[in-house]
């Protein structure tokens, strides 16, 4: 079976590192609305290749995660006077109602950003011990983009590149203007969880990071996701998990293209 991989940008021939099974993540919803054609188009192309490969006889072993704590669960949660939990719950059983509906497969396992809390603070420890990470006085950590060399290569970026549009936003302490938030120190009205640098929640990239090394181990065979997720959820996930582990993260990256309609996304 050959397989195309965004990394390598060509076709290649498909083989799990162990040898009768594949380790596949795929990067879930944000948990803060109903799913759009969008989702589905994802969950249909992931969900092919995942019965694809157990009819070729091998064993799975599939995460898709949920991201429940996120800036967009935050505002809808206070938009509604409720909860992000709420928020996030509510959407998840939509969710499961519409991948039932369209006969999707549910995946081995199926982790929630909120409760892998501990396992993405030892990630950044783990970057902040190697130097490829630092801690800002108001407690928040950023990934050093530049201590990671190939940064920018899933994507096809070039840094210099990003450098030239990228700007350090008002109250943010960033070394420099490509470093992205590992976690984000505590704002009034959001949920905060414990750290050693004060109370805060973590990034998005983190999340997918932690769950992946946590349920597949590293390396693993595919990581999948929309097309959109490339830059800069993977190359940002890419950088902090090697920079993190040592290694190689993943062996393919498979990205699903869009639905449009006369050249307009649909979402």
Not at 98 to 111: F, H, K, S, T, W
Request: with cysteine; net charge negative; glycine share 8%.
């Amino acid at each position: 079976m050959q397989l195309y991989n965004s990394i390598a940008r060509e076709k290649q021939e498909f083989r799990p590192m162990l040898d009768n099974t594949v380790r596949m993540y795929v990067c879930g919803i944000t948990a803060y609305d109903f799913c759009h054609i969008g989702h589905a188009r994802s969950a249909v192309v992931f969900d092919v290749l995942y019965r694809y490969l157990c009819h070729l006889g091998y064993g799975m072993v599939f995460v898709r995660n949920f991201t429940d704590v996120d800036d967009k669960i935050i505002n809808k949660a206070k938009a509604e006077g409720t909860s992000e939990s709420q928020i996030s719950e509510r959407f998840i059983q939509a969710f499961y109602e519409d991948m039932d509906r369209l006969g999707i497969a549910r995946p081995e396992v199926e982790p929630k950003a909120t409760e892998h809390i501990q396992e993405m603070i030892a990630v950044v420890e783990r970057l902040l011990d190697k130097g490829h990470a630092y801690a800002t006085p108001d407690g928040d950590v950023y990934f050093r983009v530049r201590s990671y060399g190939p940064y920018g290569a899933l994507s096809g970026r070039n840094v210099e590149e990003l450098q030239s549009g990228a700007r350090i936003q008002p109250g943010e302490d960033k070394e420099d203007p490509l470093d992205f938030a590992l976690w984000k120190s505590a704002k009034p009205g959001e949920p905060v969880w414990e750290s050693p640098w004060g109370q805060g929640r973590p990034g998005w990239h983190l999340e997918c990071s932690a769950m992946s090394e946590k349920y597949l181990g590293l390396p693993f065979d595919i990581h999948g996701g929309g097309q959109d997720l490339s830059f800069p959820h993977h190359e940002n996930e890419r950088a902090q998990s090697e920079a993190a582990f040592g290694g190689e993260f993943v062996r393919f990256w498979v990205h699903n293209g869009f639905v449009q309609v006369n050249s307009e996304k649909m979402s």
